[in-house]
Structure formats: structure tokens, C-alpha cells
């Protein structure tokens, strides 16, 4: 489980087996017990949320956007 960064107490990670087919680029991110997972293309877009309110998700949107080169580098470095 590759941590690619941590911002204000969340995780930003992915899960090293992500299953068979591997799903398109994506990123989980997790604290206190809770954890969204964002998908980072086709385009941006939420695709679990579990826990978070919707002005956490907000802000886990925009920190995923502002890093989305990173996150995206990162998966392809892993998963290459």
C-alpha cells in the first residue's frame, strides 16, 4: 500500500493489488477510520466515499486535483 503523500492528517495511497483487470488510475484516501476513493481519469470524479462529509470530500477533491500530475506519476511508476 503505497502512500504517495499525506496532507493535514489524510493518506493518499493505493492498494498495491488492485485486482484483475487493474482499474483505471485512481487513489484512496483515508483518516480516522474513514476512506474515499477518487477516480483520476478519465477525469476527476468520487467514486466511493466512505465516511467523510461532503465538505471533506471537497476539500480531499481539490488536494487530489492540485496533485493530480503526482498521483497520476506515481500509479504509473508502480504499476508499470
Do not use: C
Not at 38 to 57: H, K, M, Y
Not at 59 to 68: F, P, S, T
Request: charged share 25%; hydrophobic share 45%; aromatic share 16%.
Amino acid at each position: 500500500m503505497p502512500v504517495v503523500f499525506r496532507y493535514k492528517g489524510f493518506s493518499f495511497f493505493f492498494y498495491s493489488n488492485e485486482g484483475n483487470p487493474l482499474e483505471p488510475a485512481h487513489v484512496h484516501v483515508r483518516a480516522g477510520g474513514r476512506e474515499a476513493k477518487f477516480w483520476l481519469s478519465p477525469e476527476l470524479a468520487v467514486a466511493r466515499n466512505d465516511g467523510f462529509d461532503a465538505r471533506t470530500i471537497r476539500v480531499l477533491l481539490e488536494v487530489v486535483e492540485v496533485n493530480r500530475a503526482i498521483l497520476e506519476d506515481a500509479w504509473h511508476d508502480h504499476f508499470a
